[in-house]
């Protein structure tokens, strides 16, 4: 275990008592290509992942996991995957999740890194801990470990299946402790008897009950919920406070540290009255941005760029292009909206800090508790029950913070539950972009250009998949790393990160170009792209969708797109039908067909509801999702102007996979909503012949390109 | 002092000495501690706090203890029986028409009080009906499959 809890694995193993407890290191380098462990090295990440698996002496096996479940699904997904290797009944793993206490340490939940990554850990401790149960069961029965055989958690002889013995026999009275650090044997696919399979999700009954659990829902003796003083923008600053109004309500305490200010009661009405009751004033700066005018200001202030991506020259390919095309897309600042806000309970209680909190990085809220409370963080515990949604969104938050700090100075539990407006205020979201390029190509439809500049989005989903000999990718302001004074407010990790802008900019490109050659856009993709996993994603779709080659545009109200991309080492395409009512502006997507090339499919109905559902959350950014703001005030504060995909835009939805067995199981929760904007955008061409070039495509918008003719 | 407020919840009746004018959300998940039903929004605008007052679904967080005076609220947690899932749930469940979970309560107790209504509802209606829930993650599809398939079971409730 690392330092961050102070517990080293001897006395771990303690903690858990007797049994097995197999402990996994693997280097990463194991689990993830090249490109991608270079650019994790670039942002810091440690190179160990790390699994624990208990066998009790009872026979009661538990998973430690430090990933947390937001609705992706992986609580199922890793006991299947723990199951299928330790060869035991699914339903008799019991999985810990998030709790830093007991987890093992972990960087966070987050690009749709559990299957791909923390999985094959997972596994390798599943495997090794049948090694060292058939190994005591050979020595147990008195038969060599060749001739033994193991199912649902028994032992037993090939040849006289009457000897065996369980893993709860096995277990008794051991204390092993192994580490594995090379990959183990993990079963093969044809031999899945758990894993290739769609068993109910083990979070259903609580969810449907509403039993499940969630930050907001733990109780205790005494706890008080919290309100804070919140600027009015971001950027301004405190310069007077008057709480005596709140003070003078009964059952209220009031907190005041700086321009840190908070009221307590033992209700949250009580608690929102009191806040109502305290004068602040603040120092706002002058607005110097809004909606409209952060465009060019991306680019003016963008500095210089990464270059993931050159090759050839591009003045060579300006030559060689028959055909050149210059476009500019945009993209607005989007939010996570989570149904959950951000909450947290935090208690102190003989000097540790235990904080109940919706986070997807709770070792990383740990630290950051443990710094704002002044405490060491071995005496920080962060438990993370249900996360009410996070997209990305709860990477970061600063509700934990807020909690402790308030229940070390009440000593009391403290609740601090942040409002929809508080929500959308502290928002990390999801940069705004402007994105140009300028593309070529050959007389005969080939690819000859790609010179492609992103400002203020970053660099994943700008990767070149086509066939491009002359290409330079320059990324200006990697969201995280963005020059200062970029971006007004926070921005963060939002469902594939960047990828959203890069292919809404590329995929359209790719599009635009085709209608020039009057090539069918399939065949123009096809006649442009060799990579065989791409082209067999390519190839799915249109086959389910049960294309037929034209070129675009129709213009007839009606209009079919595509889209392709590659995400979290998974390959997808997208075709999208659409009706537009060219008066109104508005637009209907009728159909969506998503293929992807996963590697093995750890879930197929997990992975076909996380496609699902990148298709239903990714329509509120295509057609409505939009954060304007004034300099740092924010103006949509909750959802009566901030659109989120409603039931009535669902569309027919197909979902299919692409077999590769191959291939390791890879990212799920995030490929499929990356190509949203670029598919609905082609449609839309096809139906009217307008181009639209920025997001989201809101009816006036559409209205607009339409009118342009 | 003023009376208390008395109405029955999950079948059971309930006697309470608080203020008239709290908000039945927070009662229900303070005072009660019935953390089923969920903040999403504050204002009636999402769904999650959505239950049920005399058949209606109604926004817990729009609604005050007054309002719920002598009438009968029910809330996701009072759905099930005897540990028995409510045809809802078990299809909600089946088809998976949840994922993070936050607004499935909210979900299930506006689709039981527009099935009370409607008990053989089309997906149309059905998607009519469930319009003012909104859902992050997407379930949407599996939500009105879930929906439908209650729909269609005969008996399609406790009673």
């Known amino acids: 275990m690392t330092s961050a809890t102070g517990m080293d694995r001897r006395e771990f193993v303690r903690i858990l008592g007797g049994g097995i407890v197999v402990l996994v290191n693997l280097p990463m380098t194991s689990v993830l290509d090249g490109p991608e462990l270079a650019a994790r090295q670039r942002r810091g990440y440690p190179e160990d992942i790390n699994a624990y698996l208990h066998i009790a002496e009872d026979g009661a096996v538990t998973l430690y996991s430090g990933k947390i479940e937001m609705g992706q699904g992986v609580m199922t997904s890793l006991t299947q995957m723990a199951a299928e290797d330790l060869a035991v009944p699914f339903e008799s793993i019991h999985i810990v999740m998030g709790d830093t206490a007991s987890c093992p340490w972990d960087m966070g939940t987050f690009g749709s890194l559990t299957t791909r990554m923390f999985g094959p850990a997972v596994r390798a401790a599943a495997a090794q801990a049948r090694l060292i149960l058939t190994d005591l069961a050979a020595e147990r029965l008195g038969a060599p470990r060749d001739g033994l055989a193991v199912e649902d958690g028994i032992v037993y002889v090939k040849a006289d299946r009457a000897r065996r013995v369980s893993y709860g026999e096995l277990a008794r009275g051991q204390r092993i402790t192994h580490t594995v650090d090379e990959k183990a044997v993990l079963r093969a696919v044809e031999e899945f008897r758990i894993m290739g399979r769609s068993p109910q999700r083990l979070d259903g009954r609580e969810k449907v009950t509403g039993a499940a659990r969630y930050a907001g829902d733990m109780r205790f003796p005494g706890m008080l919920y919290a309100r804070l003083v919140r600027p009015p923008a971001h950027g301004a600053t405190m310069t007077r406070v008057d709480t005596s109004g709140a003070e003078a309500l009964p059952g209220v305490t009031v907190v005041h540290e700086d321009d840190f200010v908070a009221v307590l009661a033992a209700d949250p009405e009580t608690a929102a009255r009191a806040l109502d009751r305290v004068k602040a004033e603040f120092d706002v700066p002058a607005p110097t941005l809004d909606t409209e005018t952060i465009f060019d200001h991306l680019v003016r202030v963008a500095g210089s760029p990464n270059t993931p991506d050159q090759g050839g020259d591009l003045a060579t390919g300006r030559v060689r292009s028959a055909q050149t095309f210059d476009v500019t897309y945009e993209n607005a600042y989007v939010a996570h909206a989570p149904m959950e806000p951000h909450t947290a309970v935090a208690r102190v209680e003989a000097g540790t800090m235990t904080v109940w909190s919706s986070t997807q990085a709770p070792f990383t809220q740990q630290t950051a508790i443990a710094r704002a409370i002044g405490f060491r963080p071995d005496n920080v515990r962060v438990i993370t029950p249900y996360v009410g949604g996070g997209f990305g969104g709860k990477v970061s938050g600063q509700q934990a913070e807020e909690a402790a700090r308030l229940a070390l100075r009440t000593g009391k539990p403290v609740q601090v539950a942040w409002t929809r407006a508080e929500e959308f205020f502290y928002d990390t979201f999801r940069p705004a972009a402007t994105i140009r390029v300028i593309s070529g190509m050959d007389g005969a439809g080939k690819l000859t250009l790609w010179d492609y500049q992103v400002y203020g989005a970053g660099a994943r989903g700008s990767d070149v998949f086509y066939d491009v000999p002359n290409r330079s990718v320059r990324v200006y302001g990697e969201w995280g790393r963005a020059p200062d004074g970029m971006h007004p407010f926070a921005v963060g990790a939002w469902r594939a990160p960047a990828a959203n802008s890069n292919r809404f900019a590329a995929e359209q490109q790719i599009d635009i170009m085709a209608a020039a050659a009057g090539m069918d856009p399939l065949e123009f993709r096809l006649h442009n792209v060799t990579d065989p996993r791409m082209v067999a994603t390519l190839k799915a779709v249109a086959d389910a969708y049960g294309w037929t080659p034209r070129a675009a545009p129709r213009k007839t109200g009606r209009g079919r797109g595509i889209a392709c991309g590659i995400d979290a080492e998974t390959y997808v395409a997208l075709i999208a039908d659409v009706t537009v009512d060219s008066a109104a502006g508005r637009v209907r997507v009728d159909r969506v067909v998503c293929a992807q090339d996963m590697g093995v499919v750890v879930n197929p109905d997990g992975s076909r509801m996380q496609m699902e559902g990148c298709i239903m959350m990714g329509l509120g950014y295509v057609f409505s999702e939009e954060v304007r703001f004034e300099g740092g005030k924010i103006l949509d504060t909750n959802f009566d102007t901030y659109g989120l995909t409603r039931f009535s835009w669902m569309p027919k939805i197909d979902t299919v996979f692409v077999k590769n067995d191959a291939l390791p199981p890879k990212g799920g929760g995030e490929p499929a909503i990356v190509n949203m904007g670029a598919v609905v955008a082609n449609a839309i061409f096809d139906a009217t012949g307008a181009r639209m070039r920025r997001l989201p495509m809101t009816p006036a918008r559409v209205l607009a390109e339409i009118r342009k003719g | ?159």
């Open chain 2, 1 to 159: 002092m003023p009376p208390p407020i008395r109405f029955t919840l999950n079948g059971t009746p309930v006697s309470l000495d608080t203020a008239a004018d709290r908000t039945l959300l927070w009662v229900l998940r303070t005072d009660l501690e019935l953390t089923g039903t969920k903040y999403g929004c504050g204002v009636g605008l999402c769904g999650s706090c959505t239950v049920v007052v005399d058949g209606k679904a109604v926004r817990a967080c729009l609604t005050t203890l007054e309002a719920v005076q002598g009438k009968t609220v029910l809330t996701i947690e009072g759905l099930a029986r005897d540990g028995a899932l409510h045809p809802l749930q078990e299809a909600f469940h089946e088809h998976g028409g949840y994922q993070c979970g936050y607004c499935t309560s909210g979900m299930i107790m506006n689709a039981y009080a527009l099935l009370e209504q409607h008990p053989t509802t089309s997906p149309d209606a059905i998607v009519a009906g469930m319009e003012g829930n909104l859902c992050r993650c997407g379930a949407h599809p599996r939500i009105v499959a879930a929906i439908s398939a209650a729909a269609g079971r005969r008996g399609g409730s406790h009673d």
